[in-house]
């Protein structure tokens, strides 16, 4: 009877399994030291609120003098960084925006989202080392040297309860590319093209405004600072978008360099704010470099996937 009793048992387990149906995980034992779990704190976030989590750049001024990043800006460091948050973006579908400048990244997580049941410290540390490692697995696809060192990052969680507050925010975070990226151009070309050191280039600088430092880059060095790269005046907004390619339309994280300070980007993005299904995309350019990426990875995975089915038919 015993013996009928462990078959008729082990049948069920393995009916369970074949099904997909196997009981859940135990949950952890009860014992006299449990109620440390009493020292944790509940850090759930609010509902209804905008969640953004920023990361920046741990010592990247060093970081990017060992490895030697172009100054005042290296386009495909840049991208090692699109790179790292459109891996966070593919992994989080509650992330409706991430926009990024320099050694910073922002994700917006829209305000109905319930990754990690909204525990701010998950949602910390998650995106953040995602981030750290995408960034060294995304290195050796945008740089030509080897990395010396792994970098590091830090992350904080901010909360925005309105739409207007989101907006602001995004929109500090773009004038901050302006300020930074105009010095920073005028004072590079000052130290590259004119030899001066870093303390004359300041001492020049120094009490000057942004019609200024324009006049200095067009008058001494022929620069209209409004024909640069628009990914360096304004840094990289990351949306999901619909996107066609070969005839066959797919989603995909696209690199965008516009003005979101301006209400003409959120009229045109309205998925971001509203209901939130990804909008099409249409430019005349060609596809960034990032998306064919994503799509290469992606034909990849579906070629793998029908390889499998083949071979278990």
């Known amino acids: 009877m015993r013996l009928i009793g462990f078959l008729s048992k082990f049948?069920?387990?393995?009916?369970?399994?074949?099904?997909?149906?196997?009981?859940?995980?135990?949950?952890?034992?009860?014992?006299?030291?449990?109620?440390v779990k009493t020292f944790e704190q509940d850090d759930s976030i609010l509902p209804n609120v905008w969640i953004v989590i920023r990361i920046d750049g741990k010592k990247f001024?060093?970081?990017?003098?060992?490895?030697?990043?172009?100054?005042?800006?290296?386009?495909?460091?840049?991208?090692?960084?699109?790179?790292?948050?459109?891996?966070?973006?593919?992994?989080?579908?509650?992330?409706?925006?991430?926009?990024?400048?320099?050694?910073?990244?922002?994700?917006?997580?829209?305000?109905?989202?319930?990754?990690?049941?909204?525990?701010?410290?998950?949602?910390?540390?998650?995106?953040?080392?995602?981030?750290?490692?995408?960034?060294?697995?995304?290195?050796?696809?945008?740089?030509?040297?080897?990395?010396?060192?792994?970098p590091c990052f830090d992350g904080r969680v901010v909360l925005y309860p309105s739409d207007e507050n989101l907006r602001d925010y995004l929109s500090w975070r773009q004038a901050d590319v302006h300020v930074n990226n105009l010095y920073n151009t005028a004072f590079w070309k000052l130290v590259l093209e004119k030899g001066l050191t870093n303390q004359e280039a300041e001492a020049k600088l120094r009490g000057t405004f942004s019609a200024d430092k324009n006049e200095l880059l067009f008058q001494e060095?022929?620069?209209?600072?409004?024909?640069?790269?628009?990914?360096?005046?304004?840094?990289?907004?990351?949306l999901r978008k619909r996107v066609t390619?070969?005839?066959k339309t797919r989603q995909a994280i696209v690199p965008l360099h516009q003005d979101l300070i301006s209400s003409q980007f959120w009229k045109e993005h309205t998925e971001i704010l509203g209901k939130y299904v990804p909008g099409t995309y249409s430019s005349t350019q060609p596809l960034p470099r990032l998306v064919h990426l994503q799509i290469d990875d992606k034909k990849a995975e579906e070629s793998k996937l029908a390889e499998r089915v083949e071979e278990s038919c």
């Open 245 to 247: 390619v070969d005839e």
């Open 61 to 150: 001024h060093k970081f990017s003098k060992t490895h030697d990043f172009e100054k005042p800006n290296d386009e495909n460091a840049l991208n090692v960084m699109n790179a790292a948050a459109t891996a966070v973006m593919a992994e989080f579908r509650d992330i409706v925006l991430a926009y990024g400048q320099s050694d910073e990244y922002s994700f917006v997580f829209r305000k109905e989202t319930a990754a990690f049941k909204r525990r701010s410290a998950k949602l910390l540390t998650y995106v953040t080392s995602l981030f750290s490692t995408s960034y060294v697995m995304q290195w050796s696809k945008w740089m030509s040297q080897p990395l010396a060192y792994a």
């Open 11 to 35: 049948g069920e387990i393995l009916n369970r399994c074949a099904v997909g149906r196997l009981p859940p995980k135990r949950s952890m034992a009860c014992s006299r030291f449990e109620y």
């Open 221 to 238: 060095f022929g620069i209209n600072y409004n024909n640069l790269p628009a990914m360096y005046r304004k840094g990289t907004i990351l």
